[in-house]
């Protein structure tokens, strides 16, 4: 028997299919990006989504040649906080606003004028663009006939289980993501509800479990995709926790850091814990009364992709982390500012701007790679420390995503966070994460902790950090990168008027 996770990210659909020893067996992927048609604008069309998925379980399928009837179950993991809005029918109104669209800051900036704490005490996130209740009231003010004719908003990863089990629906980890849950009671609020005059039946009604099943694969859907009938679908995960999931961090203890499209940096609570200045963000995990509080980057991985496809179109990953591993510390004095798109931690301002700084003549094509790795080494340390005061500092930080596929970048981030970092092995953790969930839900294990023993097979690489280059760098970052939004942060918003 097999089990198949699926993870709806940003720029990518990826489909894997496991064995009940955590073994991936078939990987296939398909890439896709948002689309920016106004300056702070991300949208994507869910139909997109369930090409991509659909093109991807038929791809794993034919590269494993495995009979469909052995897929017993599936999982999902999904990039968060999205709106995508659908009509009586089930079809979608608009299309997607995305977790990091910021086109509805006034809007934000309105809630917070109007209701000052209310809801964050109540959410125990802050109101900002991006998050789904702030892009539904957008979009109420802004395309109100479009608006009459929302039956329920859903997530991302919802729209595609939707698409192959007919069931709309959605579970804690996301329902947790919306700015519309009730964080110490684990349910709807009613409250925000009624405060925002918002109709409560915009949201299915249940909240699910990440492991319950939803259903099973529709004949429309099995056409599509060449699966079974009899596979069944578990109602899946936000992409954090299922990421986390799969890198076995479900638990208090051990602080996770990613650098992927964006960057995240994750620590488990068995308590939902407010934080006052209101510039990280919490979150319902996968397992009951756990939480996770998380400290967000915009633009991470995103960064260096982007200098790729404007400046060094013929450079691979590896060819930018060769050049980069020639250049210095500091980067002969040449510091990359990595808020490209506005950003939350720390700074939670949706006008912020990117920025290189110290540009001399002497510098070349790697300084500015390695400044880049460097700029949101610096960005994710300051959620490292933001993390280490609320929830207290971690025996053990994991790094994972694509910031860690090349030594370079991953000894750059153990000597900016200064400590030794576990590097893992597990490649496509949100896929097993996801998978993880659906061997819960099959009955396949009884419980998450059984369930991970099993399939999660850690060899994590040690690295530990150059303490010449440590000190260097604590210096670079409390008297440059530190001081770079307080220097800037009035001409940043005074850019957004031109």
């Not at 099995?222 to 079974?228: H, K, P, V």
């Not at 954090?240 to 850091?257: E, K, T």
Request: proline fraction near 4%; glycine fraction near 8%; hydrophobic fraction near 40%.
């Amino acid at each position: 028997m097999y089990v198949m996770g699926i993870d709806i990210g940003t720029s990518s659909a990826k489909t894997a299919i496991f064995n009940e020893q955590g073994e991936m067996l078939a990987l296939a992927s398909k890439p896709y990006n948002p689309e920016a048609r106004k300056p702070g604008y991300a949208e994507q069309d869910p139909e997109v989504w369930w090409e991509a998925v659909a093109f991807t379980i038929r791809k794993s399928l034919k590269e494993l040649q495995v009979d469909p009837k052995d897929v017993k179950t599936i999982g999902f993991s999904g990039q968060m906080h999205g709106m995508i809005p659908v009509d009586k029918e089930g079809r979608v109104v608009r299309k997607a606003i995305l977790h990091c669209d910021v086109r509805a800051k006034d809007t934000a900036q309105e809630l917070i004028k109007e209701y000052g704490n209310k809801i964050s005490d109540i959410v125990l996130n802050p109101v900002f663009p991006g998050f789904q209740m702030v892009s539904l009231c957008w979009m109420r003010k802004h395309e109100p006939e479009l608006f009459e004719k929302v039956e329920q908003v859903i997530c991302p990863k919802d729209y595609v289980r939707y698409k192959l089990t007919g069931i709309l629906g959605v579970e804690h980890t996301d329902a947790s993501g919306t700015l519309l849950y009730d964080m110490n009671h684990e349910k709807w609020s009613e409250e925000i509800f009624q405060m925002l005059h918002l109709p409560l039946q915009v949201v299915p009604k249940e909240i699910h479990n990440s492991y319950d099943v939803a259903g099973t694969v529709s004949k429309e859907a099995a056409r599509a995709t060449g699966l079974s009938t009899s596979t069944k679908v578990v109602y899946g995960g936000a992409d954090q926790a299922m990421h986390s999931l799969g890198n076995g961090v479900y638990r208090p203890g051990i602080m996770m850091a990613t650098i992927g499209t964006s960057g995240q940096v994750l620590a488990v609570s068995d308590k939902p814990v407010k934080n006052p200045e209101l510039n990280t963000h919490l979150f319902r995990h996968v397992n009951h009364h756990f939480w996770y509080g998380l400290a967000a980057v915009l633009h991470a991985g995103s960064t260096l992709n982007w200098f790729c496809r404007n400046f060094a179109v013929k450079d691979s990953f590896e060819d930018l982390s060769k050049i980069a591993n020639r250049v210095k510390p500091c980067c002969d004095g040449l510091v990359f500012f990595p808020c490209m798109g506005g950003e939350r931690t720390p700074y939670l301002d949706s006008e912020t701007r990117g920025m290189f700084s110290g540009i001399s003549m002497s510098h070349g094509k790697e300084h500015f790679a390695r400044a880049i790795m460097e700029g949101v080494s610096f960005a994710m340390k300051t959620g490292i420390e933001k993390m280490n005061q609320i929830y207290g500092k971690a025996d053990k930080l994991i790094c994972a995503g694509g910031g860690v596929k090349g030594r370079v970048w991953a000894q750059i981030q153990a000597d900016i966070y200064g400590r030794e970092i576990f590097v893992s092995n597990i490649s496509e953790q949100a896929c097993l994460g996801s998978a993880i969930i659906a061997t819960v839900g099959s009955g396949t294990f009884k419980s998450l902790d059984e369930a991970c023993d099993a399939m999660i097979q850690k060899e994590d690489l040690v690295i530990e950090p150059n303490q010449e280059h440590v000190k260097l760098y604590e210096m670079f970052y409390s008297e440059v990168y530190s001081q770079l939004y307080e220097q800037n942060s009035r001409l940043f918003h005074n850019m957004n008027h031109f």
